[in-house]
């Protein structure tokens, strides 16, 4: 089992940057993917990157490919999500998310089963 804590959220201009962090404990936290997903207000929930245990493979979803970068630091238990070039439909609540998967797998919303208590990213116009 996976316990996650997101911070790092908040408001930002349009344009601008902003990085979110997940705190993660847990024996398994090395073994699982990981990934990020937002959730907007009347919107469903996407997955919008994803990085596989051994941080080799990643995913992006194509709304934020180019602008955001998912990285993660086993020894620390720590993953990232790197935001650059926000725009307003950025804003949403981003959460972390890890779950057992193959390298292959990890763009499945399926597989992620752990879930952090969301962080509120905002981007003003």
């Known amino acids: 089992q996976v316990q996650l804590v997101e911070s790092g959220g908040g408001l930002v201009q349009a344009g601008g940057s902003l990085s979110l962090s997940c705190a993660a404990s847990g024996r398994t936290f090395s073994s699982s993917a990981m990934g990020w997903f937002r959730q907007a207000p009347g919107k469903e929930r996407e997955l919008v990157a994803a990085?596989?245990?051994?941080?080799?493979?990643?995913y992006y979803a194509d709304p934020v490919k180019g602008r955001f970068t998912v990285s993660r630091d086993n020894a620390k238990n720590m993953v990232y999500l790197q935001m650059t070039s926000l725009k307003p439909e950025d804003t949403a609540v981003y959460y972390c998310?890890?779950?057992?998967?193959?390298?292959?797998?990890?763009?499945?919303?399926?597989?992620?089963?752990?879930w952090g208590q969301g962080t509120q990213v905002t981007v003003s116009s």
């Open positions: 990085i596989s245990w051994n941080g080799g493979t990643t």
């Open positions: 998310a890890a779950g057992p998967s193959t390298i292959r797998a990890i763009a499945i919303p399926a597989v992620y089963h752990y």
